[in-house]
């Protein structure tokens, strides 16, 4: 069975030989976002709006990772942050 720290190998990875740091990392993946929300067809403020808190969770996810350095509370925040935005999504596109 897979746990979350395995995943670090990947965003290692991509941080090491793609973007240089984890805020370039994070940067990259809001982009991400925004250019699947665009290309699904919302309205540039709708997707901005959903892509703001997302920047905002992986730049808080970040601080509490490296103060406290425990994966229980970026487990946590990952968990809250994809129900709301799974709530979210699900309100505005029915």
């Known amino acids: 069975m897979t746990d979350f720290i ?11 030989y793609f973007t240089g740091s984890y805020g ?9 976002l925004l250019l699947i929300f665009l290309g699904r ?20 996810i970040g601080w509490f ?4 350095n425990s994966q229980w509370i970026v487990n946590l925040a990952l968990v809250v942050a994809s129900l709301f935005y799974g709530v979210a999504i699900l309100k505005i596109t029915t």
């Open 6 to 16: 395995d995943l670090n190998l990947i965003f290692d990875n991509l941080v090491m």
């Open 65 to 68: 990772g490296d103060v406290t």
């Open 41 to 60: 067809g919302l309205d540039f403020r709708y997707a901005t709006i959903f892509v703001i808190p997302f920047l905002g969770f992986t730049v808080a």
């Open 24 to 32: 370039m990392l994070g940067l990259l993946l809001s982009f991400f």
